[in-house]
């Protein structure tokens, strides 16, 4: 199953015209940010959705294709937010709050004002515009598949940015998820400055002689 404008059409139809997809990366990493994006599809896409037909749940991509794609929705968006939250934020609030305040930053630097959102399983309590809460959206809709890329690929490029900061615990080829690599460079060298210091496997790499 591909995404498609499904949902998208059944929102304009009571109404609501001008959409924002949303969607994250990185919620699961135990380093770095997790990032959200927001993405206005342009009227043309609804008109000619086969403009954006390589798009697709961003984790279906190989890193290449993201790339790529990442350009055609750049061309297609009417308007593109993103939102930042750092490693040290999430360790004092928590991944699900953290989550939501990147999501509710990326609707806020939009460049244009939406009537609704479409988010990929996630309610955004904060924001008082209608919303659209869908399991699994980044394979069901479009504009949350489109969402599912920019933040994917955003955060992709901070954390090769992070790796020549930081060399020793290879960033640029895992980007800070829980391979074999990184946790063998977590137990070497210790945790970054950009390491989710609340995360399990970075507290052992923190106090390693409570976890033999």
């Known amino acids: 199953m591909k995404p498609d404008l499904s949902f998208e059409y059944a929102l304009?139809?009571?109404?609501?015209?001008?959409?924002?997809?949303?969607?994250?990366?990185?919620?699961?990493?135990?380093?770095?940010?997790?990032?959200?994006?927001?993405?206005?599809?342009?009227?043309?896409?609804?008109?000619q959705p086969d403009l954006l037909a390589m798009v697709n749940d961003s984790k279906q991509l190989s890193a290449a294709a993201r790339e790529h794609v990442?350009?055609?929705?750049?061309?297609?968006?009417?308007g593109i937010g993103v939102g930042i939250v750092p490693a040290f934020l999430?360790?004092?609030?928590?991944?699900?709050?953290?989550?939501?305040?990147?999501?509710?930053?990326?609707?806020?630097?939009?460049?244009?004002?939406?009537?609704?959102?479409?988010i990929d399983a996630e309610r955004l309590s904060n924001l008082s515009l209608p919303q659209e809460s869908l399991a699994?959206?980044?394979?069901?809709?479009?504009?949350?598949?489109a969402a599912s890329i920019i933040a994917k690929v955003t955060r992709d490029r901070l954390m090769q940015t992070a790796d020549l900061c930081y060399p020793?615990?290879?960033?640029a080829l895992h980007k800070g998820y829980g391979t074999a690599a990184h946790q063998r460079a977590l137990r070497?060298?210790?945790p970054s400055p950009i390491h989710r210091q609340t995360f399990q496997p970075v507290l052992e790499a923190l106090h390693p002689l409570e976890n033999p």
């Open 12 to 47: 304009r139809a009571r109404g609501y015209q001008t959409l924002a997809g949303i969607d994250e990366a990185g919620r699961g990493c135990w380093a770095g940010p997790v990032v959200a994006a927001a993405v206005v599809l342009a009227p043309i896409v609804y008109e």
């Open 70 to 78: 990442y350009t055609i929705i750049q061309t297609c968006a009417q």
């Open 90 to 118: 999430i360790d004092a609030y928590g991944i699900l709050p953290a989550t939501r305040l990147a999501m509710t930053l990326a609707v806020l630097s939009l460049p244009c004002a939406v009537d609704a959102l479409l």
């Open 136 to 145: 699994r959206g980044d394979a069901r809709s479009l504009s949350i598949a």
């Open 168 to 171: 020793q615990y290879g960033f």
């Open 188 to 190: 070497q060298h210790g």
